[in-house]
């Protein structure tokens, strides 16, 4: 059983109550797809410009996550029903990722639920 930490960025805390990486999770779907069973161990907001970062990412592998994902959203934006890489909430989501793995050593990868076509989760 894979345990995940999830960070979401604040842009988006108001308006998505993360259920789709929350069923991504439950289904190891998407961004999760690489885990034979995945449970959620805990979610940080990530908030601009990200200088809490690193002891997110120190809490959540303390709390015993195995990997910590940054959602979907931060990277891609949604345009005719699909989701398209670049224009995301964050305009440097992988400064965040680079934050977060240079904090931890357990993988951080980037990307959740509904991954843009053709897109490999980045692992950093
Ligand atoms: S640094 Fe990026 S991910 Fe973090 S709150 Fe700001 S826009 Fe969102």
Redesign the pocket.
């Known amino acids: 059983m894979a345990k995940i930490g999830l960070?979401?960025?604040?842009?988006?805390a108001t308006r998505c109550p993360l259920t789709g990486c929350l069923t991504c999770i439950q289904e190891t779907r998407q961004g999760f797809l690489g885990y034979d069973r995945a449970e959620l161990i805990g979610i940080f907001?990530?908030?601009?410009?990200?200088e809490h970062?690193s002891g997110y990412a120190k809490i959540l592998e303390k709390k015993g996550a195995d990997a910590i994902h940054?959602s979907t959203c931060?990277f891609a934006h949604k345009a005719e029903g699909r989701w398209v890489m670049g224009n995301g909430?964050?305009?440097?989501?992988e400064?965040?990722m680079k934050k977060l793995a240079a904090a931890v050593s357990i993988p951080c990868i980037m990307g959740s639920a509904h991954l843009p076509d053709g897109y490999c989760p980045e692992v950093f």
């Open positions: 960070i979401r960025c604040e842009r988006n907001t990530c908030a601009c410009p990200g970062l940054l931060t909430l964050c305009a440097q989501p400064e965040v």
